[in-house]
């Protein structure tokens, strides 16, 4: 992305230049993990994380990713309000787009935006930035506004959401029947499956989940042809282009 925008410095090995933490859940938020982390390294995160990660006394920086409407999701890079966080460059804004009940803890979005060619996101430019839509757990795609937000104001580039739901002990990731909505509402050119844990359910539990785990698969080969689907592997990466 530096590469992309010319920003990248001379002698920049691909370090670590900040941590996004999209949730406070110590799946996502885990201290063992982070404290190997840098002091230095500047923490962008959601506000109950922000708490939590303050606590530790180790980074020097942290700070909190605004709150999004979700009517108007493009605010991140077109309001006058100023949505920058500091420790990021002006090409890239990151946001939280909340979902509400009934698990507001759990069901949101983390918007990723940024411009290719290193023009700052601001309030009163032309450009129109491409976006990771990120929601690990789900966010219910009947409250995310569409059509100007998957055309004219964004590029919705990738959706990194579950195919598998979990329902214990609640409605922890909504899975892929709601990811196929959110995917048809953003127009997004891949689908990058995440938090699919390999989990063991026994009990009532189990006897749900392996109910319905042969009707997603179906879906899941039923996919429209104009969007790439690509697992990617724990230790494994893909290029976005």
Known sequence: MERAAGTLADGDNGEVDSVLITHYLDDHCH???????DAAVPIVTVGKGACMVESWGHFT?????????L?????????????????LPSFLRVGRLPSGPPFPELHWATLIAFSTDGTALKAGTQMVPETIFYSPHGIYAERVQDTSFATEHSRVLALLHGLDPAFSPQAANLGIENGEKLAKKLG???????HDEHLSYGGVIGWFQSKYKKEWAEMVAGDSEEMVRREIENGESFVLV
């Open 61 to 69: 920086s942290v700070e909190t990713m605004p709150d999004l409407d």
């Open 71 to 87: 009517a108007a999701p493009q605010t991140l890079w077109q309001s006058d309000r100023d949505y920058a966080v500091t420790c």
């Open 31 to 37: 201290k063992a993990s982070l404290l190997q982390i």
């Open 188 to 194: 997004v050119k891949y689908w990058v499956p995440t």
